[in-house]
């Protein structure tokens, strides 16, 4: 492993475990904050919208149309945050929880759209519930070839951006600190 891949698995790490302490307290009620802010006011990190909401939370549940406020009550929290942009790498699948709730009729992300957030998505499932008969080398190159587009996603859109999957573990963190260590290298670059 080259010592960029290992920076960027250490900030991916603690990217983790931010967004782990972040989905234990939203679980047990506490949601004084939604998101980590891995590079502060630019970009930020979440689980998305009822996740771990105590009530209707969990990871492959379709929501019941009385969830629909704490959906618009998300999306306010993170508008009031700041937040211009989403890059959303959610997969079809999880999407589809959304669809009993009638938000819009382009779904979650029409809703996204009309509440004034530019949209970005790359789909891709759950690294860790996808049974997959790829390749170690496919899944690595699929997974660097989502950083890049994010990155240059990220680059195009206006700032903050909000990035989130599911629960924000398994594809947030890796695309999130694939976007800070190159944001940092920018910064270095310039400083010289």
């Known amino acids: 492993m080259t010592t960029i891949e290992n920076t960027e698995r250490k900030i991916a790490n603690q990217i983790r475990k931010d967004l782990w302490t972040l989905r234990q307290a939203i679980k047990s009620g506490d949601e004084s904050a939604i998101m ?3 590079i502060p006011a630019k970009l930020a990190c979440a689980q998305r919208p009822l996740r771990d909401h105590p009530i209707y939370g969990g990871s492959s549940k379709v929501f019941p149309p009385e969830a629909a406020p704490y ?3 998300w999306i306010k929290r993170i508008k009031d945050e700041g937040i211009r942009s989403i890059i959303c790498l959610m997969h079809p699948k999880e999407l589809q929880y959304y669809e009993p709730l009638n938000l819009h009729t382009y779904g979650l992300f029409g809703l996204y759209s009309d509440c004034g957030f530019v949209i970005r998505n790359f789909q891709w499932a759950d690294p860790a519930r996808e049974k997959s008969e790829t390749t170690r080398l496919e899944l690595k190159n699929k997974v ?3 950083k890049v587009d994010a ?4 680059q195009e ?3 903050p951006v909000l990035l989130h999957c599911s629960a924000g573990i398994d594809r947030s963190a890796p695309v ?3 976007i800070v260590l190159k944001e940092q290298k920018i910064k270095l670059t310039k400083m010289r």
Request: hydrophobic fraction near 55%; charge should be positive.
């Open 71 to 73: 959906v618009l009550s």
């Open 36 to 38: 980590i802010w891995p």
């Open 151 to 154: 990155y240059k996603a990220y």
């Open 157 to 159: 859109l206006p700032h």
């Open 176 to 178: 999130a600190a694939f």
């Open 144 to 146: 660097h070839k989502i």
